[in-house]
């Protein structure tokens, strides 16, 4: 099961896609990611947890006005290579 955000408009879209995921986390989850698009190329970011996903970025901010965000809910055990990427 997973959950699924995007956003393009002309704000940052970084904190709009981790509020978007965090409204889905009642659904349970066990991953999470999230990439964004701009000019100079694209930015790709996934832990397993959402609040790691926010510290993450609070470190090494993603830039962009294009986005994209998941969270992951596994229907097999769970493994950080199994994690989904945004750029397979």
């Given at each position: 099961?997973?959950?699924?955000?995007?956003?393009?408009?002309?704000?940052?879209?970084?904190?709009?896609?981790?509020?978007?995921?965090?409204?889905?986390?009642?659904?349970?989850?066990?991953?999470?990611?999230?990439?964004?698009?701009?000019?100079?190329?694209?930015?790709?970011?996934?832990?397993?947890?959402?609040?790691?996903?926010?510290?993450?970025?609070?470190?090494?901010?993603?830039?962009?006005?294009?986005?994209?965000?998941?969270?992951?809910?596994a229907?097999?055990?769970?493994?950080?290579?199994?994690?989904?990427?945004?750029?397979?």
């Amino acid at each position: 099961m997973c959950g699924i955000v995007g956003y393009i408009g002309n704000e940052a879209c970084q904190e709009i896609i981790l509020g978007s995921l965090q409204r889905l986390e009642y659904r349970g989850y066990d991953s999470s990611g999230i990439a964004t698009l701009n000019m100079t190329g694209y930015n790709c970011v996934a832990p397993w947890q959402t609040s790691e996903l926010k510290a993450k970025i609070s470190e090494e901010p993603v830039s962009g006005k294009i986005g994209i965000g998941h969270i992951r809910w596994a229907h097999t055990e769970v493994l950080q290579s199994k994690t989904l990427t945004h750029i397979a």
